[in-house]
């Protein structure tokens, strides 16, 4: 069973410009997540969505939004990218389950200069 | 909501040498609690995971952790490291409605030297 796999692995962008980033979660897996990782702040999320509705989310400003698709794929975004938002961004799936276990991907290194 | 702490930032050891992890969380709701490591340029993979029932957890690699309610802790353990245990490792918590939102603590640096 192939893992959650992210696109891109690297990336750099500068200040100002938007990003998105891609998301397939574990086959037969309904829910995603998306956390951002950095030094300072360690591992902090932003949303969950599942079967296409965003059902939480976290303390991060409005230019970091996402969505699902009808096939479980998800993406985010984040518009005018501030230097603060260099990150490592990971998304992780669940079953319908509730055991609350997630699946993480290897994560898309953002850099911004 | 929920919090994790671990008490720990850095932890060298010797190989071969026991290791305990520590890791403290609060929460009004029950809770169920989550280890994970990310070893460098790489995603978090599960070491272990407490849902309900015995209360001393065993995982992948060797890795324990034990439950204890009363202290709200869930440490890790193992008996005896590899240098192929030098990791970031992370406790988290997940309870009440959160959904897919776990909690992490600040992760805890463990270093194996040989």
């Known amino acids: 069973k192939a893992g959650v796999t992210q696109t891109p692995r690297y990336l750099i962008k500068t200040r100002g410009q938007q990003v998105t980033l891609s998301c397939s979660p574990i086959?037969?897996?309904?829910?995603v997540s998306w956390y951002q990782q950095t030094p300072g702040q360690g591992l902090q999320f932003l949303f969950e969505?599942?079967?296409?509705?965003?059902?939480n989310k976290g303390n991060f400003p409005g230019r970091f939004s996402g969505r699902q698709f009808s096939n479980s794929r998800s993406e985010m975004n984040v518009s005018t990218l501030e230097l603060g938002d260099s990150a490592l961004y990971l998304c992780?799936?669940?079953?319908?389950?509730?055991?609350?276990?997630?699946?993480f991907g290897e994560g898309s290194r953002l850099t911004v200069l | 909501a929920q919090s994790v702490t671990q008490l720990d930032s850095q932890v060298p050891v010797f190989e071969e040498a026991p290791v305990e992890l520590r890791c403290n969380y609060s929460s009004s709701v029950s809770v169920y609690l989550f280890w994970y490591v990310q070893y460098p340029n790489q995603g978090l993979q599960l070491l272990l995971k407490y849902l309900s029932g015995s209360t001393l957890v065993k995982g992948i690699n060797g890795f324990e952790a034990e439950f204890n309610k009363s202290q709200t802790s869930f440490h890790l353990r193992k008996p005896s490291v590899h240098i192929s245990d030098t990791a970031e490792y992370f406790c988290?918590?997940?309870?009440?409605?959160?959904?897919?939102?776990?909690?992490f603590g600040q992760g805890t640096i463990l270093t194996v030297h040989p």
């Open positions: 086959s037969g897996h309904r829910s």
């Open positions: 992780a799936s669940r079953s319908d389950a509730n055991t609350g276990e997630l699946f």
């Open positions: 969505y599942f079967s296409e509705t965003q059902r």
């Open positions: 988290a918590v997940i309870g009440g409605t959160s959904y897919g939102k776990l909690t």
